[in-house]
């Protein structure tokens, strides 16, 4: 009798402690998503002083323009963007730490359509001109992201496919730039070549070229920017992917000849690089071929400039203003015009941009 007694005891003793065991996983389990669930929540909820600037932030256009790259081979790499008047003070008027605050405070989120696809999250300490411009640098180390650890900035495009795609740029919580493009596919129907599929960008690198105030001149630069698409841009060495471009450039006021690139009797050639956007610049001299044209020379009137380029039948135009010894600014990089600040076209206060006539 006392050893079923015992036995009972036992079996009884075992129960509850089996049942206070799961009971207690539970708790663990169900603390550990709330958890979760409250980082989550912080991330998204991280409030900042919106009246630390004056100006609402904004990425820098040239930034956009290199800081967004698609690779032939069907990756991305989406950094090294220059925002202007991002807030670093808190809503509660405590200092943003860039580094323990790394995952709450700058984010880009990538949409293909209307799709979410993926975030990534980046450094913001390097600061410049009193922390109005912030870079937004790949973190130098990886960090956790839904729940696994990560690094980069790459998409896979293989996977995701062609179409437009949508940067969402995020500071805390709050919305700030919406950037888009178009991923492209391009083959090569030789069974023989190295290379069968491209992946390749197209937006604004097709319509916009700039004038830039060089910083220590003032010299009147203008830029455009160049790809090609060729598998075998020369034929007799398959390994040599850049192709040679020339290109000229003429500055018309009134319908006269006002500038032109350095050297009007010989075009300029570039080595334009395969898939890659990059930009290629000029300064200008006048007419007479001996002044070097500086922005602040430019008198009152409306100019064309024209670009001709070896591998385009037509030249590309583009017209701009110039009003009380000012370049006037386009509707969408002037503040006080822009209806969309999410869509600014931020130039700052050295970069001018035009857009291609036509486009």
């Known amino acids: 009798m006392n050893m079923l007694k015992t036995a009972i005891l036992m079996l009884l003793i075992a129960f509850f402690s089996a049942n206070t065991h799961a009971q207690l996983g539970r708790l663990l389990k169900k603390d550990k998503g709330s958890t979760e669930e409250k980082v989550e929540t912080k991330v998204e909820d991280l409030e900042l002083d919106l009246t630390t600037f004056r100006m609402k932030p904004a990425i ?18 989406f950094e090294n963007y220059t925002g202007t008047f991002i807030p670093y003070v808190k809503a509660d008027g ?51 992201k839904n729940g696994d650890w990560a690094s ?3 998409v896979d495009l293989k996977k995701w496919g062609e179409g437009m795609y949508r940067l969402d740029f ?36 097709n319509k916009y070229a700039y004038i830039q105030k060089a910083d220590k001149t003032g010299n009147f630069v203008f830029g455009i920017y160049m790809n090609h698409e060729e598998f075998k841009p020369v034929p007799e060495d398959a390994n040599k992917t850049s ?42 001299k006048l007419a ?6 500086k922005v602040e020379d430019l008198t009152d009137g409306s100019y064309e400039i024209e670009v001709t380029l070896s591998t385009e039948d037509t030249p590309r135009v583009y ?41």
């Open 319 to 359: 017209k701009f203003d110039v009003a009380n010894g000012k370049i006037v600014l386009m509707d969408e990089q002037d503040r006080t015009k822009n209806s969309d600040p999410t869509r600014l076209i931020e130039g700052w206060n050295d970069f001018f941009w035009l857009k291609q006539e036509g486009k």
């Open 152 to 154: 980069g900035t790459n």
């Open 94 to 144: 405590s200092p943003v730490n860039t580094i323990g605050d790394q995952g709450q405070y700058l984010k880009v989120k990538v949409y293909k359509g209307e799709e979410f696809v993926d975030y990534f999250e980046y450094d913001g300490g390097q600061t410049f001109d009193n922390n109005k411009k912030r870079k937004l640098n790949g973190p130098t180390s990886r960090y956790m």
């Open 288 to 293: 007479d071929g001996k002044t070097v044209l």
């Open 60 to 77: 820098t256009f040239a930034s956009l323009l290199y800081g967004t790259q698609v690779h032939t081979g069907g990756s991305t790499r």
């Open 243 to 284: 192709k040679s471009v020339e290109w000229s450039v003429k500055v018309s006021k009134g319908g006269e000849l006002y500038a032109t690139h350095y050297n009007v009797a010989k075009p300029k050639v570039s080595k334009v690089s395969q898939g890659k956007w990059s930009d290629y610049s000029t300064a200008m």
């Open 170 to 205: 995020y500071a805390g919580k709050h919305l700030f730039y919406t950037f888009e493009f178009e991923v492209y596919k391009v083959t090569n129907d030789d069974p023989y070549a190295d290379k069968n599929e491209m992946y390749l960008s197209r937006g604004p690198w």
